[in-house]
C-alpha cells in the first residue's frame, strides 16, 4: 500500500513541478535515462528519454506559456500509476510550427505509467 501511495503522490508532483511550475530540472530528476513516453503528441509518437521529453515539454511551454494541467483523479496500484487530467492554456506562441491563434484551449487526457525507483520508466498518454 505505502508503494501505491507513494506513487500516486510522486505522479502528482510531475505534473505540478514539470508542467505547472516549468521546472525542466524535474525532467530529469523524475524521468528514467530510458524512459519511454507513447502518444506525445500525438497518439503514434514514441518519445525515448528525458533529452526527448525537453524538446516537447519546452515545444508547448513555448506555444501555450499560461498552460496549466489540472489533475483530477489518480490511481495507483503497486508500480503503476493512472491519473486524469485537464490541460488549459491560451495559444500565445508559434512553437506549433504555426502562428500563435490567441485562443483559449482545454485538452482532457489521461496517462498510466510505470514509476520504479522514483522515476517514470514507461508511460501511455491518451488525449
Known sequence: MANAESNEEFVRRFFEEVWNRRNEAAIGQ???ADCV??????????LRGPDEFRVLH?????????????VADVIAS????????QA?????GDHLGFPATGKRVAL??????????G??????NMM
Open 108 to 117: 482532457d487526457g489521461a496517462t498510466i505509467g510505470i514509476v520504479r525507483q
Open 88 to 92: 488549459t492554456g491560451t495559444h500565445l
Open 78 to 85: 503497486g508500480d503503476r500509476v493512472a491519473a486524469r487530467w
Open 37 to 46: 513516453a507513447y502518444g506525445l503528441p500525438d497518439p503514434d509518437a514514441v
Open 30 to 32: 523524475m524521468l528514467s
Open 58 to 70: 519546452a515545444t508547448f511551454c513555448g506555444a501555450f506559456p499560461d498552460l496549466h494541467i489540472t
Open 119 to 124: 522515476r517514470i520508466v514507461e508511460a501511455w
